[in-house]
Nanobody
Framework: QVQLVESGGGLVQAGGSLRLSCAASGRFKNYAMGWLRQAPGKEREFVAAISWSGGSTNYADSVKGRFTISRDNVKNTLYLQMNSLKPEDTAVYYC????????????????WGQGTQVTVSS
């Protein structure tokens, strides 16, 4: 069984920064991971993904150059560093684990965290 627990969300002014963490229990290090978000009234959308080794990453165009995804396979933790935050980044942020190990990024997520709220004020 895999459990994912996000933390680090909060209220920040536009232009500020936050660092989200996702602590994983169960199988983590051999699986690609992702961050997704859902704003009120909108569908969940992809934010960033990282391969199981950390050697490959991908970002949504809307966050490219501002957000950085990383992972620590010793600590079983996924991170999302968010800089230059904008009001449109306001959403609940979820971490997710892919379903198959040792694969390139497939964006097929099997396990999800409960989410952490990020609110950016203008």
């Amino acid at each position: 069984q895999v459990q994912l627990v996000e933390s680090g969300g909060g209220l920040v002014q536009a232009g500020g920064s936050l660092r989200l963490s996702c602590a994983a229990s169960g199988r983590f290090k051999n699986y690609a991971m992702g961050w997704l978000r859902q704003a009120p009234g909108k569908e969940r959308e992809f934010v960033a993904a990282i391969s199981w080794s950390g050697g490959s990453t991908n970002y949504a165009d809307s966050v490219k150059g501002r957000f950085t995804i990383s992972r620590d396979n010793v600590k079983n933790t996924l991170y999302l560093q968010m800089n230059s935050l904008k009001p449109e980044d306001t959403a609940v942020y979820y971490c997710a684990r892919e379903s198959s190990p040792l694969r390139p990024l497939t964006y097929k997520y099997e396990y999800w965290g409960q989410g952490t709220q990020v609110t950016v004020s203008s």
